[in-house]
């Protein structure tokens, strides 16, 4: 089982250590609090942003305006790794999709900024509740994965169905921008409250 580092001890990244650790996997969380991160699921080892990354696989658990100084500070330590994009890179008082000029999708953003890094897009279009009990609407919770590198992606996958929930391959990461606005309408519905943010939008296998 892999070793996974997560950035950030929100609802989503500990919902996806809970996963991790689920799952078997060696769980580091990074946060600027190294008590949230500690506390943000049972047996993984909490570290203050900016101490060294320990996991093959890094989940960037954070709000895509926190990524520029993230990279600053670890691209280095990135290189070689798994990254795994979990943002909806939106803009709050308009709800759009709030990307860099030019970019087509936060994923594929990130992966022009990380080259020697295999990046991901997961997480990004279930909501933390689900994730945390594994269960949408009395099914497991499903994951859709996106990447370049079919080996990082299988990767991620592995962890996340050895925790007893259920993935969907949604292609290269050029689906990503596709995801991302899957992503934007699920929590337009819930900010809306047309959607529970305990259930979201359901994949059925």
Known sequence: ????T????GNIGSAVAGIAVKAGAAVQVIDRNPDKAAAAAEGVAGAKFGEAVTGDIVVLALPFP????TLAAYADQFAG???VDVSNPIDFTTFDLALPEGAKSAAEWLAGKLPQSK????????????LA???NDGAPTVVQLASDDDAAKKSVAAFIEAAGLKTVDAGPLKRAQYLEGYG?????????????????????K
Do not use: D, H
């Not at 926190?66 to 100084?69: H, I, R, V």
């Not at 934007?184 to 059925?204: D, H, N, R, S």
């Open 1 to 4: 089982m892999s070793t996974i």
């Open 133 to 135: 009990t594994g269960v």
């Open 184 to 204: 934007a309408l699920q929590i337009v519905l819930g900010v809306t409250e047309q959607t529970p943010w305990t259930g979201g939008f359901k994949v059925v």
């Open 66 to 69: 926190a990524y520029e100084e």
């Open 119 to 130: 990046v991901v897009k997961g997480f990004n279009t279930t909501f933390a509740a689900t």
């Open 6 to 9: 997560i950035f950030g001890a």
């Open 81 to 83: 790794r798994t990254i």
